[in-house]
């Protein structure tokens, strides 16, 4: 691969202002871990369990800044009908909320994350 194709939107960034911004997400559980085989566990664990924690995060970056982190988090009760992970509408209200904090353009990098509907 030759070096020109690398690194293209470097203009652009500059050209605009922009901060260029990593997102991810992730889920975590409020269960205790597993203990190793063979040694008996310690944990002292409350009768009920306190659900599921989603996150998804931007690490947005420009040069001459210090880098900045927005995070939106998501409690599941396991109610019925809950839904159990972040929806299009928290991943709108991230990217609506780290702009409006920034106050410039965002350049956005994502894995996996299926694209929303109103893109």
Known sequence: MAGDDLA?????RAATGAFICFE???GVTGRPPKGQ???????KVSGRSCGRLSVAGLLCFRP?????LCYRLRRHTGRKGERRSLGDADYIRLL???HQLLKAPLIVVWD?????PMW
């Open 8 to 12: 293209g939107g470097k203009t652009l």
């Open 24 to 26: 991810d997400e992730a």
């Open 37 to 43: 085989r063979g040694i008996t566990p310690r944990v």
């Open 64 to 68: 001459g800044l210090p880098a900045r």
């Open 96 to 98: 609506d909320g780290a």
């Open 112 to 116: 996996r994350l299926r694209p929303c």
